[in-house]
């Protein structure tokens, strides 16, 4: 969902239904996009090279060297290839700066001139200059794993190892010689910490060799929401995860899903659907023409999704509603009454008018939206306008979404835009807003470079920027169709299975495509967690959590630096209402502008996380200085 018909719109821009307007629009897009690359890559080979992103030498800092072992770290955001040279600047420390409530990432690295065997790596506790200290668990340690690319998305991947699976060190790591060993070092900083200045040490050891690294941890004087005010939508197959942990029915898969419900809080990203074990019990009366809703098990599920976990929208499941696609599409029919007729009608007016004032009555109504069709060409929108039409005047609060971007056919039948970021208009969109309507925007596995995507072999900083576009455009939420596309049933009949750690490529499925035959849709297209590695060598029941990826971590690390902003520009507001003299609100009101060096266009942004960190680091000493004015 929100992301097939774009694919098809690059693969079979033939298709009957695609107008001369869509046509028009990508042909230009394409020509841009080729003209671009010409100028920016020079038409890179899809080769292994020293001069590929992977292996440039122009970050990062050299800790130790010792026993012709090389201890190095560098940010989050960058990939790091394995035969990467270490870096020139050298350093004491690794260092990194955080809020309370927020999760920080660092990367250090163990690159040995001889093979070495059975390294044991773990994380003291982190001490403030005061003596308080952080939870034992603050700190959290996983191993940075590559996947062999074969196939490049485009013309930025490299055929290569790339760096993107995050499994949770659980026994000694032996390293290569001449290879990079990175380790993905992250901070939880808990609500109530103390702010200030903290350090510890990662200890290094194997049975010959012993050595200890620095970490040092700024902690800002102020704190992140529990629950964030950028809405995320993201696709999320359940039954995916029971297939590949070994479960052949229900029993105790509750325990696991709840790991990778968890794990979804903690990523401050929404699943579309979090209630796999229960929803609305809806019966519908034909002779009285009344709908009689059952909401219990509904309400005990969205108070720990919503309260508890901090999850901030979901996508309502209505029976009888119509679906569809470019496509295909299919009417509305609930009771055995098709959309048309009058008990249809009668039925589904009743029906949302109960869903709207339950939600209402909870405070859930901001949460819900309605995404019953995904992205219409125009041959579709006299039945979407019908549909949306239908939805408004039962339940005129109930936010409709459809993931297209403005079109005037629409007008008036829309809520809540959710255009893919390519056919974003800001001069459109911001006429909308006027009229109230909201945007939310996509990727998948278009657009390509030159735009911020969500693949393997693409710049770590990609993923993080597009927060920041985010930002920049006005944009109150993100959706990206799936999480865990880890086999295709096209690429791979049953009982076939992609192992995604394997082979990274995600392949088309569905609009008619027939089993066996094989179409691409870009590297880790759709997959930002994986399985647990075990699940491949058992058959017997998997109970572990899922693995994240860097993109997963990335994603993440741009909703906070989007909630850095967001808490600036409240605190702005406040004062100017208590204190309007108040000195130093221009410089503040300055930096909610995403500056250039971040990016300056959905295609033009800098490979470089440092202005990124540069800029942040500001936000963060104007919200502690307007803090202690206020």
Not at 213 to 239: C, M, R, S, Y
Not at 250 to 267: G, I, L, P, S, T
Not at 402 to 422: F, N
Not at 544 to 552: K, L, T, W, Y
Request: some cysteine.
């Amino acid at each position: 969902m929100g992301k097939m018909v774009f694919k098809n719109r690059y693969i079979i821009y033939l298709y009957p239904a695609f107008t001369c307007r869509h046509f028009i629009r990508i042909f230009l897009i394409t020509v841009f996009i080729f003209l671009f690359n010409i100028k920016t890559t020079g038409a890179q080979p899809h080769v292994h090279s020293q001069d590929s992103y992977l292996n440039r030498q122009n970050y990062g800092y050299l800790l130790k060297q010792n026993n012709n072992i090389n201890i190095w770290w560098c940010d989050a955001t960058q990939k790091i290839g394995k035969h990467r040279p270490v870096p020139y600047e050298k350093s004491k420390t690794i260092s990194c700066s955080a809020a309370k409530n927020e999760f920080e990432p660092v990367q250090l690295v163990v690159y040995p001139e001889t093979d070495l065997a059975g390294l044991k790596i773990r994380a003291g506790r982190l001490k403030h200059t005061s003596g308080y200290k952080l939870p034992m668990d603050a700190v959290k340690i996983y191993r940075v794993e590559y996947v062999n690319i074969e196939k490049p998305t485009d013309e930025i991947g490299t055929v290569d190892a790339w760096p993107d699976p995050l499994p949770p060190v659980l026994q000694p790591v032996s390293i290569h010689k001449n290879e990079n060993q990175p380790f993905w070092i992250l901070i939880q900083i808990p609500e109530k910490a103390k702010p200030g200045n903290y350090n510890s040490t990662i200890y290094l050891e194997t049975e010959t060799w012993q050595d200890s690294v620095h970490l040092d941890l700024h902690v800002w004087d102020f704190q992140l929401p529990h629950k964030t005010h950028l809405q995320t939508a993201f696709g999320f197959n359940p039954w995916l995860v029971r297939d590949y942990h070994n479960f052949p029915d229900n029993r105790d898969f509750e325990k696991v899903m709840d790991k990778y419900y968890q794990n979804f809080a903690r990523h401050r990203i929404s699943p579309y659907d979090p209630f796999t074990f229960g929803y609305f019990k809806e019966q519908f009366d034909t002779t009285a023409l009344k709908v009689h809703i059952d909401f219990g098990k509904f309400d005990a599920l969205a108070n720990h999704f919503f309260d508890e976990l901090g999850y901030n929208s979901f996508r309502m499941r209505l029976k009888g509603l119509g679906s569809g696609t470019f496509h295909s599409r299919r009417k509305g029919k609930i009771a055995g009454f098709e959309q048309g007729t009058p008990q249809y009608q009668k039925l589904m007016f009743d029906y949302l008018a109960q869903v709207e004032q339950h939600l209402d009555k909870r405070g859930w109504l901001d949460e819900a939206y309605i995404y019953w069709f995904d992205e219409p060409t125009e041959k579709d929108y006299d039945f979407v306008k019908e549909t949306m039409n239908m939805i408004h005047q039962a339940a005129p609060r109930l936010t409709r979404m459809l993931t297209e971007q403005p079109e005037p056919e629409l007008y008036g039948s829309v809520d809540l835009w959710c255009p893919i970021t390519a056919h974003y208009d800001h001069e459109i969109a911001e006429q909308r807003r006027a009229k109230g309507e909201r945007f939310w925007w996509y990727i998948c596995t278009g657009p390509k470079a030159p735009y911020c995507t969500l693949f393997i072999d693409h710049y770590a900083v990609e993923l993080r920027t597009w927060l920041w576009q985010t930002w920049k455009y006005g944009i109150e939420g993100i959706l990206i169709w799936q999480t865990n596309y880890w086999t295709s049933p096209t690429a791979f009949p049953k009982p076939q299975k992609q192992n995604p750690y394997q082979d990274p490529m995600s392949y088309r499925t569905g609009y008619g495509m027939k089993s066996g035959e094989i179409g691409y849709w870009g590297n880790g297209d759709g997959r930002f967690i994986y399985p647990p590695e075990s699940v491949f060598s058992s058959s017997e029941r998997c109970f572990q959590g899922p693995v994240n990826s860097i993109r997963f971590e990335m994603l993440r690390e741009g909703i906070e630096d989007w909630e850095y902003f967001w808490i600036l520009r409240d605190l702005i507001q406040k004062i100017e209402k208590e204190k309007p003299s108040f000195p130093y609100l221009k410089q503040a009101k300055e930096l909610l502008n995403v500056p250039e060096s971040v990016t300056t266009s959905l295609t033009e942004f800098s490979l470089s996380p440092e202005p990124i960190y540069t800029h942040r680091q500001k936000i963060a000493e104007m919200i502690e200085f307007l803090n202690r004015g206020l």
